[in-house]
């Protein structure tokens, strides 16, 4: 069965100091990894994905996400954070095997500090 | 095309009634996603639709929830007999069909409250 795990509720940076937001994975395929952010009161949005080629996937807003197949992993991260950028944050996965449906973390709440 | 409408963004219902939620996905995106959100957790997989078909159901999906994509585009969850512990936000996504590699895009939900 697909499950995602988002071992840290919270993360507290400094504001222009990097960040990282940890995600591993399970999947009986391959991977299609995806990472969303959500505002208060809103629905998700979509920050970038991984699904095939090179492991460093780019996306909005100055994110990037590293996938690692040996360690299970697709870390979100951002090499200098800025206040705005405190939310929530969700790892997704899908499995090549056939089922359509996005699997989602627990979440992570990231805080920047000013 | 404004991206996936949902309605309404909140209800309020007392125990034991029926609310019925109405989600738009995005135009030409024939996968639409129901979940659920309590707070505090992610987002949990309740159905998909491709087209009008519904293709997978989660066990979390009692007899009292029911969803249908009609036609293909709009869909509706209705939940009967509310109970206070389905008090969520519920979640509307929708995806085109190019593969298995599309994310989905998400609604800004409907905010349920059972008193």
């Known amino acids: 069965a697909q499950s995602v795990a988002q071992p840290e509720d919270q993360v507290n940076v400094a504001e222009g100091n990097p960040l990282t937001v940890k995600c591993t994975y399970s999947?009986?395929?391959?991977?299609?990894l995806f990472w969303y952010v959500q505002y208060p009161n809103r629905g998700l949005q979509f920050l970038l994905k991984y699904i095939t080629g090179d492991n460093l996937v780019k996306g909005s807003y100055g994110f990037e996400a590293e996938f690692n197949k040996s360690q299970t992993s697709f870390h979100l991260k951002k090499p200098s954070a800025l206040v705005s950028d405190s939310a929530l944050y969700f790892c997704a996965v899908r499995d090549s095997s056939g089922t359509y449906k996005y699997i989602f973390g627990t979440g992570t709440r990231l805080k920047v500090l000013a | 095309d404004t991206g996936v409408s949902q309605d309404p963004r909140h209800k309020i219902t007392k125990r034991g009634q029926n609310v019925t939620f109405r989600c738009d996905p995005i135009?030409?995106?024939?996968?639409l996603y129901w979940y659920r959100q309590t707070l505090g957790q992610g987002p949990e997989f309740l159905t998909y639709?491709?087209?009008?078909?519904?293709?997978?159901k989660s066990r979390l999906l009692s007899d009292r929830f029911s969803a249908e994509r009609p036609k293909g585009s709009f869909s509706t969850l209705e939940i009967q007999r509310t109970e206070q512990g389905d008090s969520a936000m519920y979640l509307c996504?929708?995806?085109?069909?190019?593969?298995?590699?599309?994310?989905?895009?998400f609604g800004q939900g409907t905010r349920l409250t059972v008193v």
């Open positions: 999947v009986s395929g391959n991977p299609y």
């Open positions: 996504a929708s995806s085109p069909v190019v593969g298995m590699n599309t994310e989905a895009f």
């Open positions: 639709f491709q087209n009008e078909a519904q293709l997978e």
């Open positions: 135009s030409e995106h024939n996968r």
